[in-house]
């Protein structure tokens, strides 16, 4: 009999190939990057320093939960191109945050059928405006679970850095059934050029909203300008977004070493 870790990567793949085939996109997907977190990992503590003293344990959304299924839905190149010039987000990459989140509704709602099939539990997030209005800071960051499972590490854009880039969008669910946790899972080495030798740096100049300063990020003025984007693309949907400082760098879509 397929194990069940086995068929959550074939739910996980098979509901992208699904989402596609509706119609709903044309080509905006590479392959996901699927990790597991158990849910007694000691970094879980750590969050209520790094993001934020209301962060939520794991425990807090499932009781008897067990383990963290994280993935990363990377965007094709054609979608992070676009999104290049100007200083408000192209069309193309508001249209691919809205159905990406759509994307993850769903695959969460398969995943969540899945596991109900087998007799378990799951403990559900939205895949974004999950944060407090006030502090923009998040409950439940998708980003800081996937930086423990071992997706990526952090750039000094603060987005997170996978072996596919940083162009594309995260995801987490709760599951009440320990999973083995991957072999090459856990917090990587450093993939940030700047961080590395400061070489780049390119993803804080490409900041329309002028939300960075030497060592500071403000929340505000990138909301700001996501919420600007928003309404300029309010006939497409609520695309609160920007991503001027995901595209055009050497870590949009691949490892920077890579390029």
Not at 122 to 146: C, E, Q, V
């Amino acid at each position: 009999m397929e194990s069940l870790n086995v068929k959550i990567n074939e739910t996980i793949v098979t509901a992208i190939k699904e989402f596609e085939a509706a119609g709903k996109t044309e080509n905006f997907w590479k392959k996901p990057i699927i990790k597991i977190i158990s849910a007694n990992d000691n970094n879980f503590e750590s969050l209520k320093q790094t993001v934020s003293s209301s962060h939520l344990m794991p425990y807090d959304i499932l009781p008897d939960v067990k383990s963290i299924i994280c993935f990363f839905i990377p965007f094709h190149a054609h979608i992070v191109n676009s999104n290049m010039n100007g200083n408000m987000a192209s069309e193309k990459w508001a249209l691919a945050y809205i159905k990406t989140n759509e994307l993850i509704l769903k695959i969460n709602n398969d995943i969540e059928i899945l596991m109900e099939q087998n007799g378990y539990k799951t403990g559900k997030i939205p895949a974004t405006h999950n944060f407090d209005k006030k502090t923009l800071k998040s409950g439940w960051s998708h980003r800081h679970i996937a930086y423990m499972a071992g997706i990526g590490t952090f750039g000094i854009n603060n987005m997170l850095i996978t072996e596919k880039g940083c162009c594309g969008r995260l995801g987490s669910i709760l599951i009440d059934y320990e999973l083995p946790v991957y072999e090459n899972s856990g917090i990587l080495n450093e993939k940030c050029l700047n961080k590395k030798n400061n070489s780049c740096g390119k993803c804080q100049k490409n900041c329309v909203a002028g939300a960075y300063t030497l060592n500071e990020f403000n929340r505000h003025k990138c909301y700001e300008q996501c919420i600007k984007n928003s309404e300029y693309h309010k006939n497409i949907g609520y695309a609160d977004v920007c991503g001027k400082c995901l595209a055009g760098l050497p870590c949009s879509t691949k490892e920077p070493q890579h390029i």
